[in-house]
């Protein structure tokens, strides 16, 4: 007798009368568990070395990155899962194999429905990130005041590393209900920083030294230009805003870049003479004090 027959006829629980001298109702029962597990545990396991290397190897084929493949591996990974419960169900004799399948997805949907709204809501989320990829892993994305690297993201959550080095597990609802920062989306980015000068220097030399210097810079664009704008008169300082871009932006090339340049056209204002101001405050006022002469007492001699 063959593996498949003695799964699949009841040998099993012949097997358990004959040797162990069990009931017929209690020998169909042990018989039928037996059978279940043994079914389950060889089509997951095989579907483990066989069917998720073999998807894998069909995304790879079609060029997809890690940000694309992971899930997908996940969802044919759950689908195994369920595959081998539907087929042992059917083959422990519990019912055919479309009625176990129904059975099990009427069973999971209940407990989702009950119990997983917030996983389902987040896993929801994960597909729309992998459809409509917002961000990709180890792009760096702001949210709520949060931002960082990422560095995984599954059908639930998406993991985040922020610049101190910690780790951030943000559920994946968060980041398609709010709004998502990405700054490295596109091949290049823009960075502003607002100048002061004194109202008493020149506008246009000072204009005419953050241009230079945006110039002179190897890691700032010279197309699109760099450009400077009035943007502010303010209590003690006249504004400049230098708008420039850098190429290939990363957190890095953004901090480093910019604290260069600005080093750089600090160094030419003090070369030049314009002059950083920073505010004044002047205290005035008087204290009046009344009745002096009841509250000085004369000295004893």
Do not use: C
Request: hydrophobic share 45%; charged share 25%; proline share 4%.
């Amino acid at each position: 007798m063959t593996p498949g027959t003695l799964l699949q006829s009841g040998a099993i629980a012949d097997l358990l009368t004959d040797t162990l001298g069990l009931e017929a109702a209690m020998a169909n029962a042990v018989g039928s568990a037996i059978t279940f597990v043994i079914v389950f545990v060889v089509l997951y396991l095989l579907g483990k070395a066989t069917v998720v290397p073999f998807a894998d190897r069909l995304l790879r084929g079609r060029d997809l990155d890690a940000h694309a493949r992971k899930p997908v591996t996940k969802v044919v990974s759950i689908l195994v899962v369920f595959v081998a419960v539907g087929a042992a169900f059917a083959l422990a004799g519990y019912g055919s194999i479309l009625t176990a399948l129904a059975t099990v997805g009427a069973a999971a949907t209940l407990a989702i429905g009950f119990a997983m709204q917030d996983v389902l809501k987040n896993f929801v989320a994960g597909v729309f990130i992998f459809t409509e990829q917002p961000f990709r892993i180890d792009e760096w994305i702001e949210w709520d005041g949060n931002a960082g690297i990422v560095e995984d993201i599954s059908l639930r959550v998406t993991r985040v590393r922020t610049f101190d080095n910690e780790l951030l597990t943000v559920p994946n609802s968060q980041l398609t209900d709010g709004v998502v920062k990405n700054p490295v989306a596109k091949d290049k980015l823009r960075l502003k920083f607002l100048f002061g000068i004194s109202y008493d220097d020149d506008i246009d030399k000072a204009t005419e030294i953050i241009v230079e210097e945006a110039e002179d810079h190897p890691e700032i664009m010279d197309d699109p230009a760099p450009s400077v704008r009035l943007t502010e008169l303010g209590d003690s300082s006249v504004g400049l805003q230098s708008r420039i871009w850098i190429e290939n932006p990363s957190r890095a090339d953004w901090v480093k870049t910019r604290g260069e340049y600005v080093t750089a056209v600090k160094r030419r204002f003090d070369e030049e003479d314009v002059t950083i101001p920073f505010p004044n405050r002047t205290i005035g006022g008087g204290l009046d004090v009344a009745n002096v002469e009841g509250l000085a007492e004369p000295a004893d001699d």
